[in-house]
């Protein structure tokens, strides 16, 4: 939950090979009633 809205979590880490100024995983989570992004997390 995020600010109290249901939300689901996509996880993925790119393959190598990528350029090196892209990060290496992201999370996305998207609200379950309306089509918005709610957040998105870069790290590597």
Known sequence: MIDGVRVVAFAY???TGQPAFYAKKEI???D???PLLR???SFN
């Open 39 to 41: 957040s998105v997390e």
């Open 13 to 15: 880490e790119t393959p």
């Open 32 to 34: 379950l009633r309306l």
């Open 28 to 30: 996305v989570g998207l």
